[in-house]
């Protein structure tokens, strides 16, 4: 699909260069007005006359094509600026609408945030909860953050003696839900959950839990949000949706399926383009997507907290549109990533890599 890239400063230098050049051409034909307007004849004979009056003929027409020339110059000079303004309020129109967007409905009362590590950080340290912070302030303001202890083991990748996935994702959700509730009901908090890559699943299973509890015993909707970061059970591209229901028993990993759509709680859900985890491609059978995919699992997935959307370049942080008829509470985020994962290892070789700007900005 081919794309056209306006940039509304470009624009106007481009109009400023016009108006520039038109005011040269002006210049130019007012100083050859006289000389190629009228010729003075050489003699007084009818072949020189003929001839004096045949050049001041064509001279006349020239200043009038120039004279047309001239005003389609400038018409276009202030076409070209006033197509630059109106794309850079139509810019600033979308950027403000986005920026609306990700508010998510505010919770009442003091507010917690409970925020939990992904695989190998059971107990998140300060930069990381600040770095979540970075996605939960726009959608729920200043809260009080908390550093939520989960489990947060992956056999074999976090060690030999680790717990494998599911039992490490299933006692995680057990530590999560007796601390909402303990939040809620005991302390009169609302809480905000934060979760990254395996605690993004547990609190995915969380919101489960929390709509199967018996009418009047689950927080209400205006107690409890949360915000997930690179979901391995993101509905659209994680990997534990993609293939829903598998079950690899010597690894302890069970395909959970995806994220509720339908909760009752504000909800939103960051995917880093081409994260392997939270991104898989929908159509496994081409090998050079899986393998840009899994190439994402190390280039991508592990960068995702570090990213603070608020500061993304415009057009680097998109909502993704829902079906016409979906009324949830979910709004689903994609960040961009401007460089295939696969092709990474090429831009660390010495002199090969990032041979210059222009195949800089293609790989």
Do not use: C
Request: hydrophobic fraction near 45%; aromatic fraction near 8%; charged fraction near 10%.
């Amino acid at each position: 699909m081919p794309y056209v890239l306006a940039d509304p400063q470009m624009m106007a230098t481009a109009a400023a260069d016009l108006e520039r050049i038109g005011v040269a051409v002006g210049s130019a034909s007012a100083a050859a007005a006289g000389p190629t307007s009228s010729l003075a004849a050489a003699a007084a004979d009818e072949v020189s006359a003929a001839i004096a009056n045949l050049f001041g003929a064509y001279g006349r027409e020239y200043q009038a094509i120039v004279n047309l020339l001239k005003a389609f110059q400038a018409e276009f000079a202030r076409t070209l600026a006033a197509a630059g303004l109106v794309y850079a309020q139509s810019e600033a129109t979308n950027a403000a609408t986005v920026s609306a967007s990700i508010t998510a409905s505010p919770l009442t009362g003091p507010t917690v945030s409970l925020i939990m590590g992904g695989s190998g950080n059971p107990t998140p340290g300060i930069d990381y909860v600040n770095d979540l912070l970075n996605y939960i302030s726009p959608q729920f303001g200043a809260t009080n953050a908390q550093a939520l202890f989960t489990p947060e083991q992956l056999y074999p990748l976090t060690g030999e003696k680790s717990l494998p996935l599911t039992t490490s994702v299933s006692q995680g959700v057990q530590i999560l839900h007796n601390a909402i509730l303990s939040e809620v009901n005991t302390l009169g908090n609302s809480v905000v959950v934060g979760g990254y890559s395996q605690s993004a699943i547990i609190a995915s299973l969380e919101m489960r839990n929390l709509a199967a509890m018996p009418p009047g015993t689950a927080p209400p909707a205006d107690r409890l949000g949360f915000v997930l970061l690179a979901n391995p059970m993101n509905p659209n591209g994680g990997l534990l949706s993609r293939f829903a229901g598998l079950s690899l028993p010597s690894l302890g990993v069970e395909f959970f399926g995806a994220t509720p759509a339908d909760t009752i709680y504000p909800t939103s859900i960051y995917t880093h383009e081409y994260d392997g985890f939270a991104d898989f491609p929908r159509y496994p059978l081409n090998i050079v997507s899986d393998l840009n995919a899994i190439a994402g699992i190390a280039f991508v997935h592990t960068d995702t907290p570090e990213i603070n959307p608020q500061t993304l370049p415009p057009g680097d942080l998109i909502k993704l549109p829902t079906e016409p008829t979906y009324n949830g509470n979910t709004s689903y985020y994609i960040i961009r990533t401007h460089h295939l994962p696969l092709l990474t290892p090429l831009r660390f070789i010495p002199v090969l890599g990032n041979p210059s700007p222009i195949w800089s900005n293609r790989i």
